[in-house]
Every structure is written in structure tokens, then in C-alpha cells.
């Protein structure tokens, strides 16, 4: 996790495995637009980077992150090797944040011990913007570029 003092986003590229032979679904939260297109691009980009073919990853938008349970467990069951969740939620005035936040946290979970493919957590939550700009190509890195080594790390466990 990027955080002052650990920026992932300066992983050492020889310890992830080659993509080439893998595919891949990034499902991609509209709320927050602006966080989660650089999450994506970091994503993305990474995985394309470790030789993954840009026809063998799939985008599935769905409109919030409440919606990437439901979105990640159609991506299961597509033709990949993994699925990469992406969203950003912000704390507002009220308890909405927390509900969310847990919701998916939750659901990512459970698609991870019932389903047959892994699904990374890419949802960044934080209190202001200003944090979540930092987490999604800003001084502290990319969390897009984190989620996209750990998806090829984990379809490359025999
Ligand atoms: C409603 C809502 C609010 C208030 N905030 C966010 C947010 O910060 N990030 C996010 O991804 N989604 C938010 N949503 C939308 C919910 O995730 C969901 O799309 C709606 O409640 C409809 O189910």
C-alpha cells in the first residue's frame, strides 16, 4: 500500500511475472471519474508493461463502487485469469462512506473465497480528495499500478 514512507508504485519490475500468457477484466467505478481514470491508466498501463496483449484485457464500467461486487462477479465468470476492482470513495458529511467502503470490502472478499479466480482490491478510501489524488498518480503513486502487480502475481500461483 503507498503510503509516505512505502510507494509500491517503485516496485522492482524482475520480481512480477511475465502477462503474456494471461487475461485480465479491470471493472472500473464511474463516481469519482477523475481518481478512477488514473487508477485505470495505472492499471492498464502496468500490465501491459509486463507483456499482457491489450486484447486480452476487458473494462466492465459499472456506475459506483457498490457496484463493482456485482460487476467483479460477472467478470469471474468471463474468460480471465483475474479481475482488478477499481474505485474511489470519499468521506461526505454523512455515514453513506462507511456503508460503502465495508460493502465492498465485504463483497470483494467473499468473491475471493467462492469464486475461481482472484479479485484485487483497487478501491481507494480516503477522507478528501486531495488524499485520493495523491494515491492515484500523485506524490504517493498509483494504487492502480499496485493492483495490477498483485493481479499478476496472483495468476502465477500453481
Ligand atoms: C452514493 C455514493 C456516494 C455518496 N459516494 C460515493 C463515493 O464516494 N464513491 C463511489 O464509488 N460511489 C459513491 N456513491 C455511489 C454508490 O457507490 C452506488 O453507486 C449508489 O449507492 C447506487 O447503488
Same mark, same amino acid.
Given at each position: 500500500? #503507498?503510503?509516505? *514512507?512505502?510507494?509500491?508504485?517503485?516496485?522492482?519490475?524482475?520480481?512480477?511475472?511475465?502477462?503474456?500468457?494471461?487475461?485480465? #477484466? /479491470?471493472?472500473?467505478?464511474?463516481?469519482?471519474?477523475?481518481?478512477?481514470?488514473? *487508477? @485505470?491508466?495505472? =492499471?492498464?498501463?502496468?500490465?501491459?508493461? +509486463?507483456?499482457?496483449?491489450?486484447?486480452?484485457?476487458?473494462? !466492465?464500467?459499472?456506475?459506483?463502487? @457498490?457496484? *463493482?461486487?456485482?460487476? =467483479?462477479?460477472? &467478470?469471474?465468470?468471463?474468460?480471465?485469469?483475474?479481475?482488478? $476492482?477499481? %474505485?474511489?470513495?470519499?468521506? %461526505?458529511?454523512?455515514? +453513506? @462512506?462507511? @456503508?460503502?467502503?465495508? =460493502?465492498? &470490502? +465485504? %463483497?470483494?472478499?467473499?468473491?475471493?473465497?467462492? %469464486?475461481? !479466480?482472484?479479485?484485487?482490491?483497487?478501491? *481507494?478510501?480516503?477522507?478528501? !480528495?486531495?488524499? $485520493?489524488? =495523491?494515491?492515484?498518480?500523485?506524490?504517493?503513486?498509483?494504487?492502480?499500478?499496485?493492483?495490477?502487480? &498483485?493481479? /499478476?502475481?496472483?495468476? &502465477?500461483?500453481?
Amino acid at each position: 500500500m #503507498a503510503s509516505v *514512507l512505502n510507494n509500491l508504485s517503485d516496485y522492482n519490475p524482475k520480481n512480477v511475472p511475465d502477462g503474456r500468457k494471461y487475461r485480465f #477484466a /479491470l471493472v472500473v467505478s464511474e463516481w469519482n471519474a477523475n481518481i478512477t481514470e488514473s *487508477l @485505470f491508466e495505472g =492499471a492498464f498501463q502496468t500490465l501491459i508493461k +509486463h507483456n499482457v496483449l491489450k486484447e486480452n484485457i476487458v473494462r !466492465i464500467d459499472v456506475p459506483g463502487s @457498490f457496484e *463493482l461486487v456485482y460487476g =467483479a462477479s460477472k &467478470a469471474q465468470q468471463m474468460d480471465v485469469d483475474a479481475v482488478i $476492482s477499481i %474505485g474511489s470513495v470519499i468521506q %461526505g458529511e454523512t455515514r +453513506h @462512506f462507511e @456503508f460503502i467502503c465495508n =460493502a465492498v &470490502a +465485504h %463483497g470483494i472478499k467473499d468473491l475471493n473465497l467462492s %469464486g475461481k !479466480i482472484p479479485v484485487i482490491f483497487c478501491v *481507494l478510501t480516503d477522507d478528501t !480528495i486531495v488524499q $485520493s489524488e =495523491a494515491r492515484s498518480g500523485g506524490a504517493l503513486g498509483n494504487k492502480g499500478v499496485e493492483a495490477a502487480v &498483485a493481479a /499478476l502475481k496472483m495468476v &502465477a500461483i500453481p
